[in-house]
Structure formats: C-alpha cells, structure tokens
C-alpha cells in the first residue's frame, strides 16, 4: 500500500493547518488511520486514529480538543485538521494505515503501511 501525505507548510503560532492523506494499493476502508509526527531526536508519536468507518477516533493528551482527524472512504483520504498550533507541535506529520475492522490505537507497531511525511513548522 501507498500513502501520499500533503498540506504541511509554516504558519504561526494559533493558525490552523489541514493536512491530507490519499492512500492506494488496498482495500482502504478495511484499515483504520492514524497521524503520526516525529521531530529529531526522538521517537514517533501517535497523535490521533480512526476507525475503518470513521464512528470512533482517538487522541493523544497534546491533540485532544485542538485536532480533529477525519476520513473519506470513497475518496481513499484522511485528514487531520490542526487548529491552535503550538510551536511544539513542529515535526514531520506521517499518515499511517492499519489494517483490521475492531482496532484503531496510536501503537506504531499496529501500523503497516507508512507515507513519506509533510513537514508542519509553526513559528513563535
């Protein structure tokens, strides 16, 4: 499988980004997604996962109330909308698939397809 993620860029502290992800080369609503985001140094983060259907998300502490992540089945895409950047939310933001119709976790080893990234930089 395939993920193609889009819409990182700069912006400043308190704007809002949507980022995109269009998968390929499986079965799509068979997996559950999720948001991943790295910065050097340390480890990947899980930072919000949906449900194959989309009727259940989760979020990590640092999300929770700021992001929401959001999927089209018929178009193959999820998003994570980000509102209220913080500087630390700078990093590498990597959509991930996993593949199973009762799990959705921000557990990396769950995930078996990875994208490229797009780079999120949010100024002070």
């Known amino acids: 499988g395939q993920l193609v993620e889009s819409g990182g860029g700069l912006v400043q502290t308190g704007g809002s980004l949507r980022l995109s992800c269009l998968a390929s080369g499986f079965v799509f609503d068979e997996f559950f997604m999720g948001w991943f985001r790295q910065v050097p140094g340390k480890g990947r983060e899980g930072v919000a996962a949906i449900s194959w259907n989309g009727e259940a998300t989760t979020y990590s502490n640092s999300a929770k109330g700021r992001f929401i992540i959001s999927r089209d089945n018929a178009k193959n895409m999820v998003y994570l909308e980000m509102d209220s950047l913080e500087p630390e939310d700078t990093a590498m933001y990597y959509c991930?698939?996993?593949?199973?119709?009762?799990?959705?976790?921000?557990?990396?080893?769950?995930?078996?397809?990875w994208g490229k990234g797009t780079q999120v930089t949010v100024s002070s």
């Open positions: 991930a698939a996993g593949e199973g119709l009762n799990d959705y976790d921000l557990l990396r080893l769950h995930y078996a397809f």
